[in-house]
C-alpha cells in the first residue's frame, strides 16, 4: 500500500488547489500529470505504462479513463459525463505557484507568447517565467490557419489571471515584437499591471522636451549603446503612445531592444527583458526537448486545450 502514497497524495493536492474540478476530473489529472512525470513523456502509452501498479485498474480501462478526460462530454461513456472547462483551473493555477512564493518578493513576471505544433495548431500562452523556467497558466489552442484576430483571446486570458495577484505587487507582462499591439498595451495598464514589450525598430520616438521625433533605430543605434526616458513613441496620432522607452544593444546580439514599458525611467532596466526566452524554453521543454507535445494526435483546437 505504501507504494500508492505518493499518488494518493498528488490526488488530495490537485483536487485542493483547483476546486472547480469534479472529483473525478481531479483524479484523472493527478493520474495524467503523475503519469507524465514518471513516464518523462506526455505519450498516453507511456504515461498508463509508467502509472503501472500505482492505479488499482486494467491496462485498457486506465487508457480509456485518460483518454476520455480529453473528450467533450458527448464522446465520453455513461450518462453523467460532462465538459470540462480547463479555462476554469487557469486562475487558480496561478494562485497555486503564487502559494509557493517568497513572502518579500512581490513581483511576478508573465510572458505572453504564441507557438505552434506542427501546421496544425498555433497556441497563445501566458506562463510565470522564474529563474529560468517557464510555467504555463493560462493559453489558447486555436487552428494554425484559422481565421479571425487573437485580440478576444489575449484579453480574455489576461482576465482570466486578473484577480488572482495580490493589488500591492508589481507584475510585468513581457511580449516579443510580434505581439505589440496599443490595446494590448492599454489592456495590460487597465489591469494595474505594467507592460515590457519589444518593439520593432521602424517607427519614431520624441524625448519629453523636444519638438521633433526620431527614428527608434537612433536610440541606441550600435553594439555596447543604450538609452531610456520618457517618451512620445510612434509618430502616428492613432497609435501615440506617452510611456517609458529601454534601449539597450548588448554585444552578442544582432539588433537593438527597444522596450516599452509605463514603469519610470529609474524603476526599470532592459536587461529584465532576458526573462522572456525563459517562456521559449518552455516550448522547447513541451516539444521536443522533453514531452514531446509536438507529436499529439489530436486533429481538433478544442481537444487539445484540454490536453493542454
Not at 499518488?7 to 507524465?36: C, D, H, N
Not at 505594467?194 to 537612433?218: D, H, V, W, Y
Not at 506617452?242 to 525611467?265: F, H, K, M, S
Request: proline content about 5%.
Amino acid at each position: 500500500m505504501s507504494h500508492q502514497s505518493p499518488l494518493l497524495q498528488w490526488i488530495e493536492t490537485v483536487s485542493t488547489m483547483l476546486p472547480k474540478l469534479s472529483r473525478p476530473q481531479a483524479k484523472v489529472l493527478a493520474y495524467w500529470s503523475f503519469g507524465m512525470v514518471r513516464a518523462r513523456s506526455c505519450g498516453i502509452t507511456l504515461v498508463c505504462a509508467a502509472l503501472g501498479l500505482q492505479v488499482d485498474s486494467s491496462e485498457q480501462s486506465l487508457l480509456q479513463r485518460l483518454r476520455e478526460w480529453c473528450y467533450g462530454a458527448e464522446d465520453k461513456k455513461g450518462k453523467k459525463r460532462r465538459d470540462l472547462d480547463v479555462s476554469t483551473c487557469f486562475g487558480p493555477l496561478l494562485q497555486w505557484i503564487l502559494a509557493w512564493w517568497p513572502a518579500d518578493e512581490p513581483r511576478l513576471a508573465l510572458a505572453l507568447d504564441a507557438t505552434t505544433l506542427k501546421k496544425r495548431f498555433t497556441v497563445l500562452v501566458i506562463s510565470v517565467v522564474y529563474r529560468g523556467c517557464a510555467i504555463p497558466v493560462a493559453w489558447k489552442v486555436v487552428g494554425a490557419e484559422q481565421k479571425g484576430a487573437w485580440e478576444p483571446h489575449w484579453m480574455k486570458l489576461l482576465k482570466q489571471l486578473a484577480d488572482r495577484v495580490p493589488e500591492h505587487w508589481t507584475v510585468i507582462v513581457m511580449s516579443d515584437r510580434g505581439l505589440y499591439a496599443p490595446w494590448l498595451y492599454a489592456k495590460i495598464v487597465l489591469l494595474g499591471w505594467q507592460p515590457f514589450m519589444r518593439s520593432n525598430k521602424q517607427g519614431n520616438f520624441r524625448p519629453q522636451g523636444e519638438a521633433k521625433f526620431r527614428s527608434l533605430a537612433t536610440a541606441a543605434p550600435r553594439v555596447g549603446s543604450a538609452w531610456c526616458g520618457k517618451v512620445d513613441c510612434f509618430s502616428g496620432e492613432t497609435c501615440r503612445l506617452q510611456c517609458t522607452l529601454l534601449a539597450r544593444w548588448d554585444e552578442g546580439y544582432e539588433e537593438v531592444w527597444l522596450i516599452v514599458t509605463n514603469l519610470e525611467p529609474e524603476q526599470a532596466s532592459a536587461v529584465w527583458y532576458g526573462m522572456r526566452s525563459w517562456i521559449e524554453g518552455g516550448f522547447k521543454d513541451t516539444k521536443r526537448g522533453g514531452w514531446g507535445w509536438h507529436q499529439t494526435k489530436w486533429s481538433i483546437p478544442s481537444g487539445l486545450s484540454v490536453c493542454g
